[in-house]
């Protein structure tokens, strides 16, 4: 069956980085892009990122340019999200979620990494 | 890129029919057809329930419902259930490959 197993979950100072990981399995890696979207305790759904499934290529949203770096490893099917520059604000759960080649819509979603920003 | 607008919250009696509105621009909403929505129970993951404007995807009841007119895409649920309680939320892909969320709506069922 499909799973998206994340990282366990982090906790950092402000300042620091953080690096979640989301290992895919049950279906084939490469026919399906993989978005990044956070939400913060009392908020809503934010699109952080996607990776493309035919390239590797990525694209980020805005609010992120500059502070997160999506990679993948498609010897282990795993997708990688890194965000930089951590403040208080970013304390939230980071899901990754699938999406089938170019539908444009997110047919599984993994049971997200709680990170947490604190001094 | 800003958050697409929904009300905050919707309630209903069982049986009724609400309506929950997603407004964005015409560089998202009013520019593809490309909006799907997502039912967020607390504490699991959000759930696909409507795809490309007005699909529903299998295994979701036909209660659920989507429509587009202009920049304002709209998810009716007819027939309202207890369990249709939670947090609704709209999605739009949008310009040069990205994807914008709408701000989110808690509907209750009185």
């Known amino acids: 069956q499909v799973q998206l197993l994340p990282s366990g979950a982090e906790v950092k100072k402000p300042g620091a980085s953080v690096k979640v990981s989301c290992r895919a399995s049950?279906?084939?890696?490469?026919?399906?892009?993989i978005h990044w979207v956070r939400q913060a305790p009392g908020q809503g759904l934010e699109w952080m990122a996607i990776?493309?499934?035919?390239?590797?290529?990525?694209i980020y949203a805005q609010n992120f340019q500059g502070r997160v770096t999506v990679t993948r490893d498609t010897s282990t099917s795993t997708v990688y999200m890194e965000l930089s520059s951590l403040t208080s604000e970013d304390t939230a759960v980071y899901y990754c979620?699938?999406?089938?080649?170019?539908?444009?819509?997110?047919?599984?979603w993994g049971p997200g990494t709680q990170v947490t920003v604190s001094s | 890129q800003s958050a697409l607008t929904q009300p905050a919250s919707v309630s209903g009696s069982p049986g009724q029919s609400i309506t929950i509105s997603c407004t964005g621009t015409s560089s998202d909403v009013g520019g593809y057809k490309y909006v799907s929505w997502y039912q967020n129970h607390p504490g699991k993951v959000p759930k696909l329930v409507i795809f490309d404007v007005s699909y529903r995807p299998s295994g979701v009841s036909s209660r659920f419902s989507g429509s587009k007119s202009g920049n304002t895409a709209s998810l009716t649920i007819s027939g309202l259930q207890a369990d249709d309680e939670g947090d609704y939320y709209c999605t739009s892909y949008a310009s040069i490959g990205t994807y914008v969320f709408g701000s989110g709506t808690k509907v209750t069922v009185l």
């Open positions: 979620v699938r999406e089938m080649a170019d539908t444009y819509y997110f047919d599984y």
């Open positions: 049950g279906y084939t890696f490469t026919s399906y892009q």
């Open positions: 990776v493309r499934s035919k390239d590797g290529s990525t």
